[in-house]
């Protein structure tokens, strides 16, 4: 089978580090806007902030458990 559409060049990031690299960019940007709303309970959210503080704080522990950094 051939497609029909052109070749796409593979991704030069990880999955990983994209999301990071997302989280990170819209952290400068909209650091206090809401990213995440409760939905059953709309006066809970998070923001941008908090998400990348949480991110950054779950991927501290997993390293520390040993897993590796980019693998």
């Given at each position: 089978?051939?497609?029909?559409?052109?070749?796409v060049?593979?991704?030069?990031?990880?999955?990983?580090?994209?999301?990071?690299?997302?989280?990170?960019?819209?952290?400068?940007?909209?650091?206090?806007?809401?990213?995440?709303?409760?939905?059953?309970?709309?006066?809970?959210?998070?923001?941008?902030?908090?998400?990348?503080?949480?991110?950054?704080?779950?991927?501290?522990?997993?390293?520390?458990r040993?897993?590796?950094?980019?693998?």
């Amino acid at each position: 089978l051939k497609s029909p559409f052109a070749p796409v060049a593979p991704p030069s990031s990880t999955a990983c580090e994209t999301f990071f690299s997302a989280i990170e960019d819209h952290e400068k940007t909209r650091a206090h806007e809401p990213v995440m709303v409760d939905v059953t309970n709309g006066d809970k959210s998070m923001t941008y902030r908090e998400l990348s503080k949480k991110t950054k704080s779950l991927a501290g522990f997993i390293k520390s458990r040993g897993f590796p950094v980019n693998g």
